[in-house]
């Protein structure tokens, strides 16, 4: 076996060990879409609505939420819960 092929083989066992130890987390987040979201702050429900559309910037904790009202809300990531409907 050539060392090239032995450090396939080694890489291959390391990622299967750690996708078979994740029990039910998603490795990789494939929801790009919401339906619903709800903004808390300061332990208040401030909004509560249908999301036309939401971005989060790679750099900070922050996320954008466009209502489909027309409202944005611009807020920490722990204040969103962002929620996909599959039984819409």
Request: charged share 20%; glycine share 8%.
């Amino acid at each position: 076996m050539t060392k090239t092929t032995m450090c396939k083989a080694v890489v291959a066992c390391m990622v299967g060990a750690m996708l078979a130890g994740c029990g039910n987390a998603q490795i990789i987040d494939t929801t790009w879409s919401y339906d619903e979201a709800i903004i808390v702050i300061g332990g208040e429900e401030v909004a509560r609505g249908q999301v036309a559309s939401w971005r989060d910037y790679s750099e900070s904790d922050v996320v954008q939420v466009r209502m489909v009202d027309g409202t944005t809300y611009y807020t920490h990531s722990t204040n969103v819960v962002l929620i996909d409907n599959p039984n819409k």
